[in-house]
């Protein structure tokens, strides 16, 4: 499929409506060999030029060579707007006047501007406020924030720079590392699917699905249920790296300098570690004692089994999978593990100077040291997107498992999943979700303003990712605070990623007002 536009001066009312010849006859070429979809930003005469007009796929009739033309055409091609429009003039006896197809929109974003949903604009400019002091205050050298209502996306900018010594603005299309949100972007879409399908139950034990385990660990008969609300007793995290280096220096054994077919994970510029090694790993997992059994303590090592599992029921590679079922029909475009397979270094935000494990700064390659060591895909780690792509799936799940007019999961798994499991042990998370404090207290991911049915999660790395079905917002913060140093707290310290929920929730609250007030005005 091929979009093809015709874009005319709009300067000049008197100018001749009419496409160049060459134009013409490039289009028909187009169109005996791909199906096109032609939008015409000109006056409606200048189809009467183009010969075998009826003969495109579709066409689109935006009048203006604007950019509002352009940007509102691109919208109700892609889906997110419904178009209605009739043809004032007769074009030919195909296209006579008044003639134009109904299209529905098909539940894709639809990008707007905030008074559209009834935001002032200047109410947002906190939010450009408090992004802007996180970066003088080094809390992160860049950020992406974006917001949605209803499907409409009303904010979506870019602060900063790549790095604090970089003239490399933060651009929209630029991937961050997600960290942990990884978790609910990656593992638990396929964990929900395999639910729903009846494939795995959460009530079953690891040992139900990795059956090596029987008899043979105190991590057997977890739950999976146990695990994704981080109450199963696990380890916060391993730092598994340090096993493999002798006197301060990386294991000749475990990594080498070139690639090989023995040495095929890459973790970082010229370093690959041995395929083998990942055994060690979960083996090292099984030997760490649990502690804590039946009391919240968040834990990333779950979450390297559930990986196992997914990969072993679908049948494919969790990466592999992810893209062939979620992100490439969400139209999911910027999220991939392992991005440089993709990407160029210069769309990929960097993370730390790892002086320690890797020895290099980190750009390209995930930042987590266990995700790394499997080869950058992890069921905790691994996956890099920008807020756009990350915001579509978080608006799926709003929706009920649906994006785009295709169906991805059932509501009830969803409500499932993002409800408090374990609330009476006085654990406020989901199955994989993080959700707010219980009883709405201070200090928990999110601010006290969200609705208690909201749910979203962080990342260490400095990435945030909430959606709150009651008043239909999604709302995303990616940086990169890591950079150069894991150590720097500033985000936390200043809540950034809280205080600007707290802006969005009060610019909601006051275009309810305001429509509250407009429509008692109306009924006098």
Partial sequence: LIIASVHTSDRNPYSRFKIQDNSADFLNIL?????????????????????GLDHFTAMLQAYQNSENSNELAAQAIFGALKVNGKLPVSINRSYPSGFGLEVSD?????????????????????IDSIALEGIKAHAYPGCQVMVASHGKVFYNRTFGYHSYDSSMIVRVND????????????????VMELQEKGIINLDFALCDYIPELVDTSEYANLSLREI???QAGLAAWIPFYKKTMLNGSLRYDVFSLDSSEIYSRQIANNLWINKAYEDTIYKQIL???????????????????LKRIVEKL?????????????YGPLGMNRTFFNPLHKLSLNEIIPTENDLVFRKQMIQGFVHDPGAAMLGGVGGHAGLFSNANDLAKLMQMYINGGTYGGMKYLGDSVINEFTACQYCQNDNRRGAGFDKPMINNEKGGPTCTCVSYLSFGHSGFTGTYAWADPQDELVYIFLSNRVHPDAGNKELVNLSIRTRIQEVIYSAVERSKHLETERDSVSKK
């Fill in 31 to 51: 169109r005996l060999k791909k199906e096109v979809i032609l939008t015409s930003f000109a006056n409606p005469y200048a189809l009467r030029t183009i010969n």
């Fill in 106 to 126: 098909i539940q894709r974003f639809n990008y707007v501007i905030p008074e559209e949903i009834g935001i002032q604009r200047e109410w947002l400019t906190e």
């Fill in 287 to 305: 030997r760490t004692p649990l502690n804590g059994y039946g009391e919240y303590k968040y834990s990333d090592l779950g979450y390297y089994f």
């Fill in 228 to 230: 994704l609300a981080h």
């Fill in 175 to 190: 991937v961050y590392d997600l960290a942990s949100v990884t978790k609910i972007a990656a593992t638990l879409p396929v």
């Fill in 314 to 326: 679908t049948g494919e590679k969790l990466d592999v999978y992810l893209q062939r079922t979620y």
